[in-house]
């Protein structure tokens, strides 16, 4: 598996790594999960993306904790606390949860969800804490727009933003209009989530879908690894698919260590163009 520095860390890590929303489905499908994400560790993708939203700690508890059992120094482990707990007292309180359902003294890097109401000096120094106590490695936030993102930066005192996690596949390209270029100078790695838009990848009937069939039959690959390859060709882009299926797993760890050609790379452009200069960074 294709590793790079996560920004200014300096730490080395998968360039495709392991989303984990609705990977607990039924309770039949839960040790599935669990499986999954241990094969796709086998495989090289050691980065987990979870959250205390997902499945309302249930993925923390039963699938995350369960699949990094007895490997978690392999394990770059991501966590996230949501908006409404994002005050000062309830950062700490959240993050504490999240290690106990983890069943690990530390998480990789914490970061807030999304924008909320609470001010952001208060969840950056939360953060901040956390890190100098020793339960932290590094802090970074989620759905962050540029002018967010320069805010959280001035908030923070001794710590710097490691990352910021957004909305990246190959119909939303927002993030290439500015922020990427942005956090690039800053060193802050951009991690682009829902890489086949949340199950909604173009289907192979379509025109732009053919465009990507056609690129994947000349290198042997499949048209989601053909995705994933160009999600990640800027050096400064990680990306964390979520799939429960073996053979899903499989495939998107294929996806990086190889090159699409200039030509390749232009009929991408063409069929998925980056959006006009004003739209907004956008949510799942
Ligand atoms: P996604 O990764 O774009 O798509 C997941 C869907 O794609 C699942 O149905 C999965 O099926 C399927 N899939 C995966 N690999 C496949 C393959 N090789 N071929 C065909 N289908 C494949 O969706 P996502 O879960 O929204 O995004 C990924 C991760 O990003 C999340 O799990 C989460 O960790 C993170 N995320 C973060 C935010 C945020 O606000 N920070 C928001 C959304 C997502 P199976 O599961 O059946 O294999």
Not at 163 to 188: F, K, M, P
Not at 255 to 278: Q, R
Request: net charge negative.
């Amino acid at each position: 598996m294709l590793k790079r520095k996560f920004g200014w860390t300096g730490v080395e890590i998968p360039v495709i790594g392991q989303g984990t929303w609705m990977i607990e489905g039924s309770s039949s499908q839960r040790r599935r999960g669990v499986d999954a994400l241990r094969l796709g560790l086998d495989l090289g993708m050691t980065h987990i993306d979870t959250a205390e939203m997902y499945g309302s700690g249930i993925v923390e508890e039963e699938i995350v904790a369960e699949a990094i059992e007895g490997r978690r120094d392999e394990v770059f482990l991501v966590s996230k606390v949501l908006p409404s707990n994002a005050s000062y007292e309830g950062t700490i309180r959240a993050c504490e949860q999240s290690l106990r359902r983890l069943k690990t003294d530390w998480l990789d890097l914490y970061l807030l969800h999304w924008p909320g109401a609470y001010p952001i000096a208060q969840t950056m120094h939360a953060m901040e804490k956390l890190v100098s106590d020793g339960k932290l490695r590094f802090i970074g936030v989620s759905n962050f727009c540029l002018e967010e993102l320069k805010a959280a930066e001035e908030a923070l005192s001794t710590q710097r933003l490691a990352c910021n996690q957004v909305l990246y596949h190959l119909s939303d390209r927002a993030i290439e209009l500015h922020l990427l270029q942005y956090c690039t100078e800053q060193g802050i790695a951009v991690v682009g989530y829902s890489p086949f838009g949340h199950g909604n990848f173009p289907s192979p009937r379509s025109s732009a879908g053919q465009v990507l069939e056609e690129i994947a039959k000349q290198h042997g690959r499949t048209s989601r690894q053909v995705a994933l390859n160009f999600l990640t060709r800027h050096p400064n882009t990680f990306t964390i698919p979520k799939a429960r299926r073996f053979k899903h797993v499989r495939e998107n760890s294929e996806a990086a260590g190889w090159t699409l050609t200039d030509k390749d790379l232009a009929a991408i452009e063409n069929a998925f163009p980056v959006p006009k200069d004003d739209t907004p960074l956008n949510m799942i």
